[in-house]
């Protein structure tokens, strides 16, 4: 039972430049979440879904799109990377329902030079 | 503005010692209370959570303490050992049908041996 599974681990961008986060989950899980962690921030909400084919906005969205094709994959991209979106990028899924708490990723260490 | 504010930012204990750590939050809606203990290079984990129907939980060695008038709950750690060192971060959930969580910006625990 591999959990939550994200790729790519590390990656470094010039700065404009795109890319594409996958978050991918075993669990059956309807909702999807990204975070993104940074020093003394704590976790901050990018996005986030409750099911296939639905998103929503966090706390953070500015600079970043999502989509949720598949109920098992949720996507995080930068169309035009910058030096503030350095950070590292956890995603997590959880079931709905009262008492579950989220399965996190190992995360993404991304830096934009 | 912060939902969730957490005390302290870095707390220092020695081997055997208890720790705390608060955390206190603003929206009467949330509706659920997890910890996270997060080791450097992982993704945060479930550690234990609350509801706030309920004063105390206690799982082992770590027990949370609610308090629902004064807004407040906080962890602690008894007879801390220096596995325990890591980050830990308090959280509330939003209820509805998108069970957001907001984070505390989390404590760095260190157990000295």
């Known amino acids: 039972n591999a959990g939550v599974t994200q790729t790519p681990k590390f990656r470094v961008l010039k700065t404009g430049q795109s890319m594409t986060l996958l978050c991918a989950q075993d669990?059956?899980?309807?909702?999807m979440y990204w975070y993104r962690q940074d020093p003394g921030m704590g976790l901050r909400l990018i996005h986030y879904?409750?099911?296939?084919?639905?998103?929503a906005k966090g706390e953070v969205p500015d600079g970043y799109n999502v989509s949720r094709l598949k109920k098992q994959n949720f996507l995080l991209g930068l169309e035009s990377a910058a030096p503030s979106q350095t950070s590292v990028y956890f995603c997590?899924?959880?079931?709905?329902?009262?008492?579950?708490?989220?399965?996190f990723g190992s995360g993404t260490r991304l830096t934009v030079v | 503005q912060q939902q969730v504010k957490q005390s302290p930012q870095s707390l220092i204990v020695q081997k055997g010692g208890i720790s705390i750590i608060n955390c206190a939050y603003e929206?009467?809606?949330?509706?659920?209370f997890p910890w996270y203990q997060q080791f450097p290079g992982k993704g945060p984990a479930l550690l234990i959570a609350?509801?706030?129907?309920?004063s105390e939980k206690k799982e082992g060695r770590f027990t949370i303490s609610f308090n629902k008038s004064a807004k407040q709950f906080s962890l602690h750690i008894m007879d801390s050992q220096p596995g325990d060192s890591a980050t830990y971060f308090c959280?509330?959930?939003?209820?509805?049908?998108?069970?957001?969580?907001?984070f505390g910006k989390g404590t760095l625990l260190t157990v000295n041996p």
């Open positions: 997590a899924s959880s079931y709905w329902g009262a008492n579950y708490g989220y399965t």
């Open positions: 669990m059956n899980h309807e909702y």
């Open positions: 879904s409750v099911g296939e084919g639905t998103t």
């Open positions: 929206n009467t809606a949330f509706d659920y």
């Open positions: 609350i509801r706030p129907d309920v």
């Open positions: 959280a509330a959930r939003s209820g509805g049908s998108n069970y957001k969580l907001t």
